[in-house]
T-cell receptor
Framework: DQQVKQNSPSLSVQEGRISILNCDYT??????FLWYKKYPAEGPTFLIS?????DKNEDGRFTVFLNKSAKHLSLHIVPSQPGDSAVYFC????????????FGTGTRLTIIP | DSGVTQTPKHLITATGQRVTLRCSPR?????VYWYQQSLDQGLQFLIQ???????AKGNILERFSAQQFPDLHSELNLSSLELGDSALYFC???????????FGQGTRLTVV
């Protein structure tokens, strides 16, 4: 049962343009969402998070949007840079009963110079 | 550097053997999580501990076990190893359960 889904296995974006990575979830108990970036042979690195009481959170070039009614979140990276090429995972957790982080399957982002 | 330390970084062992992976969480973090990543796939949750107590279990095989010690470090024991157990094993820690978790560099296990 895949509770967190990233339906696009890969995405290519021109350097300087906006990258938009999408994530859907099915568990309505999830109330906290995170994005991680992963380079090959390294551990995932935390990027940005959002609580369900918000619909947007920004940190520099990274913005996460949450649409609770659609059970959808997205990560916007602007402008995209070559160093952003990596696999991006979204993750979700619930305050009670499901405190572990449940990860999506990841989207491989390639920034084209 | 996330502050989470995993040892060893690489491990090659034969089928049927038993290995122990070790994780030292960030200072002050009480929650420890173990994840498995096979062949560039997603991160599969194995097990979570909080301050020495098991909190959640994922699809962890019966041949696998883990524990968190009083000094908060954790060990993941994998026994009767099979070729399919070859994977990257990640440990992560967090201050608050289910919130920002920080990952170690992983242990790459190769079963031959």
């Amino acid at each position: 049962d895949q509770q967190v889904k990233q339906n696009s296995p890969s995405l290519s974006v021109q350097e300087g343009r906006i990258s938009i990575l999408n994530c859907d979830y099915t568990n309505s108990m999830f109330d906290y969402f995170l994005w991680y970036k992963k380079y090959p042979a390294e551990g995932p690195t935390f990027l940005i998070s959002i609580s369900s009481i918000k619909d947007k959170n920004e940190d520099g070039r990274f913005t996460v949007f949450l649409n609770k009614s659609a059970k959808h979140l997205s990560l916007h990276i602007v402008p995209s840079q070559p160093g952003d090429s990596a696999v991006y995972f979204c993750a979700a957790s619930a305050e009670f009963g499901n405190e572990k982080l449940t990860f999506g399957t990841g989207t491989r982002l390639t920034i084209i110079p | 550097d996330s502050g989470v330390t995993q040892t060893p970084k690489h491990l090659i062992t034969a089928t049927g053997q038993r290995v122990t992976l070790r994780c030292s969480p960030r200072s002050g973090d009480l929650s420890v999580y173990w994840y498995q990543q096979s062949l560039d796939q997603g991160l599969q949750f194995l097990i979570q501990y909080y301050n020495g107590e098991e909190r959640a279990k994922g699809n962890i095989l019966e041949r696998f076990s883990a524990q968190q010690f009083p000094d908060l470090h954790s060990e993941l024991n994998l026994s009767s190893l099979e070729l399919g157990d070859s994977a990257l094993y990640f440990c992560a820690s967090s201050v608050v359960e289910g919130r920002e978790a920080f990952f170690g560099q992983g242990t790459r296990l190769t079963v031959v």
